[in-house]
């Protein structure tokens, strides 16, 4: 399910008024793989990724899905099937919450895509169960719950469609570090069934965790296409032009040279840190 | 979303912007009121003529006006209709057991046609001028008077300066919603009447829930900030006639003069 831009423009508004939000991108997003969008913010990022399940229309240009090719003439009924095939989870999707129970809410995915009442049921619990809410709480509102479950409960309301591609519009903003670390577990367990993930995300240890491929946003275009250790391994005066940051470790490795220290390779994971740090110090000894 | 001109507010420097909110509400009001006594060619020429004026004053592309009588032409219609087909009078054009038309008839709606667009073009430059606190303030100092009836005037204005900061805000949420629902296969746009009744609920519970949480949080921040009453604030801006608004006034008195002669030779 790999997920091709072909000189993709997207505007808002019309003639004089309008403004260029995507400027020509053309890209490939690859199947089975995480791959994470980052830029700064306005760069484009959520307006790109709206364009995976034709929640916009690129002005010119293609998005091909698959076998699903997005062009600005597609139909509003042609959607839907795009829709079964991506799921797609929003910043904050815990504002999205209406049902009565937390099962509910799950189903309401499922049940708008035709599947019958028990099936939809089999889904929602195995999508709560996959997100990690104990299911003494399934059947409780979820504007009982807590920030970080009602969190869960809305990821698990995309996850029961079992869509093959999901997107992630900055699934960790506001969540824990505990939360932080299970997003992370769900994603690489989403991989592992085959499932292609796009994520947005701020945080650069992040993307180095999980991330296969990056996607640089800049200004309306993609400035970077390459696997996170290249990308992290690019001059800092780069990082600073797009205003963007280097993973922790590697910020740290900066701090150290600054120092005297001297590394061969930039770390770029706290275990390539401590690694380093290590040879170093045995070196001098 | 976008293209709903009617009470939006645009940014803008233009002599028309500059001006005190209160004055262009008066004007408004005044403009509106004079209209109604418009009855021949020559008092809505001279009505068109001021109008136009106005409208070359704010600096904004034509475009933008039509955008805004657009959405209305439906309820311009069904009026114009409604004036053709039942208007009594001399000489009968055209009839059809009790429908008829008359010229009496043709004259009166093409006069509702031009009076409608003038008045919603009036209003629409008022608020396409004014950010929509200034209009709230302006009420409350117009409405000052109120206050010695008890009236609340300065909470009713506050709590229209903050209803009228949310509504961008909420459509901002409400299509939020939308798209997350839409990705969840709901279709807000196909099916039956009850389909589409039902589709408003995942629209609906969200929203409000947010809109009560939001509305939480700001008069946390007000009390935080030490608000305690809207009375004994003292303001941002304050407002202040300027020669702009004198000459604006005189501009209109003028109207006001012209308009008059006009409608009592009946031109």
Redesign the interface.
């Known amino acids: 399910m790999a997920i091709t831009f072909e000189q993709v423009n997207f505007s808002y508004g019309q003639g004089s008024l309008s403004q260029p939000i995507l400027k020509d991108i053309s890209t490939t997003i690859p199947s089975g793989k995480i791959t994470a969008i980052i830029g700064q913010t306005g760069s484009g990022k959520s307006t790109l990724v709206q364009h995976i399940n034709g929640l916009l229309k690129p002005t010119n240009g293609k998005v091909i899905i698959n076998d699903f090719e997005l062009t600005s003439q597609t139909k509003e009924k042609q959607l839907v099937a795009l829709r079964a095939q991506v799921g797609m989870v929003f910043q904050f999707p815990e504002s999205q919450l209406f049902a009565n129970t937390v099962l509910e809410d799950v189903m309401y995915g499922s049940l708008n895509f035709g599947q019958d009442h028990l099936a939809a049921k089999e889904a929602a619990q195995a999508a709560l169960t996959m997100v990690g809410l104990p299911s003494q709480h399934w059947d409780k509102s979820p504007f009982a719950l807590s920030g970080g479950q009602m969190r869960r409960v809305a990821i698990a309301g995309t996850l029961a469609l079992n869509p093959p591609i999901i997107v992630l519009d900055e699934p960790a903003a506001g969540l824990d570090p505990l939360g932080q670390a299970e997003l992370v577990k769900l994603m690489l367990n989403l991989k592992k069934q085959d499932k292609t993930v796009v994520l947005i995300s701020h945080q650069m240890d992040q993307v180095m965790t999980v991330a296969d491929w990056t996607l640089v946003m800049h200004q309306g275009q993609v400035i970077a296409a390459e696997t996170p250790t290249t990308l992290f391994n690019r001059p800092l005066s780069w990082f600073k032009k797009v205003h963007l940051d280097l993973p922790t470790a590697g910020q740290f490795a900066q701090q150290l040279m600054a120092q005297g220290w001297q590394f061969k390779e930039r770390p770029l994971t706290l275990e390539q840190l401590a690694q380093a740090i290590n040879q170093e110090v045995t070196i001098h000894e | 979303m ?1 293209s709903i001109v009617i009470g939006r507010y645009i940014p803008g420097n233009s002599w028309i912007h500059r001006l005190d909110p209160r004055t262009k509400i008066i004007l408004t009001f005044v403009y509106i009121m004079i209209l109604l006594f418009a009855n021949s060619w020559g008092t809505y020429l001279v009505a068109t003529i001021f109008l136009a004026g106005v409208i070359y004053l704010t600096k904004q ?1 034509l ?1 933008l006006y039509w955008q805004g009588i657009k959405p209305i032409l439906w309820l311009i219609l069904f009026t114009v209709i409604l004036q053709i087909f039942f208007t009594d009078g001399q000489p009968v054009l055209w009839q059809w057991r009790f429908i008829k038309v008359t010229l009496p008839g043709l004259i009166n709606a093409i006069y509702v046609v031009i009076r409608f667009v003038l008045i919603i073009l009036m209003s629409t430059i008022m608020t396409l001028t004014t950010p929509p606190t200034s209009i709230a303030s302006a009420l409350e100092s117009l409405l000052g008077p109120l206050k010695k009836l008890k009236v609340p005037v300065a909470e009713l204005a506050l709590m229209l300066s903050i209803a009228l900061r949310f509504v961008p805000l909420l459509m901002d ?1 409400t299509q ?2 939308m ?9 807000f ?2 099916g039956g009447p009850i389909k589409r009744a039902k589709a408003v ?3 609906l ?2 929203l409000f ?2 809109a009560l949480q939001r509305a939480l949080d700001l008069a946390n921040a007000m009390e935080v900030r030490g608000f305690k009453d809207a009375d004994h604030r003292t303001r941002y801006r304050i407002l202040a006639y300027h020669r702009a608004d004198y000459i604006s006034g005189l501009m209109m008195v003028l109207f006001i003069i012209v308009f008059s002669l006009i409608n009592l030779k009946g031109w």
């Open positions: 976008n592309p475009n949420e939020k919603i798209n997350a629902q839409k990705s969840r296969g709901m279709s746009s196909t609920v995942p629209l519970v969200p829930v947010g």
